[in-house]
């Protein structure tokens, strides 16, 4: 499932933290991607208010906390090696439970700030039928959004959360975010909170949970 095979960017590097349920015993599995600045080891503290046993919890560690050097709506070419390189990261992280036996359809991505936008952008590059995808205060990265984003995500759930007032994240492009992944047939959930600022709310944990639990069903 590599999203570029043979990517060796800045944070192949970098350590797979690990957490929840250990993978050989798992029935489901969890890629939590970080903000800027921020750790793997801190996503598995968030994962914590959305965590059911049985899942395991994947973290990808970006070198230097940072995924990539600008804003997510600077121009493509402005964020790589890091973007490209993260999204490999990630295609590692999943291959790590496929091979454990856990199939895309019991897998999510969760990420934040610049984690969010990281796994919403590898959702639409690699579409197929994916547990789900919640995306915290993200959306998908470039100066302007492509005009089709092919394939098809089967109805795969995405959760977009954001601030409407958000100083990183534009309200328009959680939108744009969400009218695209809808356009690949994913089942989308976008909650705008009024005056929130850039962070995570009780509203969004319970709702991830609740995505979390979905991936426990028969």
């Known amino acids: 499932m590599s999203a570029d095979a043979g990517v060796d960017g800045p944070h192949q590097s970098q350590p797979l933290v690990t957490g929840g349920t250990p993978l050989e015993d798992a029935s489901a599995a969890i890629v939590l991607t970080h903000g800027r600045g921020a750790t793997a080891q801190g996503m598995l503290q968030l994962a914590d ?40 990261a990630i295609a590692d992280a999943i291959d790590e439970a496929d091979s454990a036996g ?12 610049q984690g969010a936008c990281l796994a919403s952008e590898f959702v639409a590059r ?36 954001c601030s409407d007032v958000d100083p990183h994240i534009p309200e328009e492009r959680v939108h744009e975010t969400a009218d695209a992944f809808e356009s690949m047939h994913a089942d989308v959930t976008k909650r705008l909170y009024e005056g929130m600022g850039h962070g995570v709310n009780e509203d ?10 979905a991936l426990l069903e028969d």
């Open 126 to 161: 690699s579409p197929q039928r994916y547990g789900g995808l919640a995306a915290l205060s993200g959306g998908l990265i470039g100066e302007a959004l492509d005009d089709e984003y092919p394939g098809d995500l089967e109805e795969t759930p995405v959760f977009l959360g």
């Open 49 to 88: 208010e959305f965590h059911h046993g049985g899942v395991a919890l994947l973290a990808p560690q970006a070198a230097g906390k940072t995924w990539y050097p600008n804003s997510f709506l600077a121009p493509v070419e402005a964020n790589e090696p890091g973007r490209t390189s993260g999204l490999q």
């Open 204 to 213: 969004e944990l319970e709702f991830v949970s609740g995505m979390v639990a």
């Open 102 to 113: 856990i199939p895309a359809d019991r897998l999510m991505l969760v990420g934040f700030s």
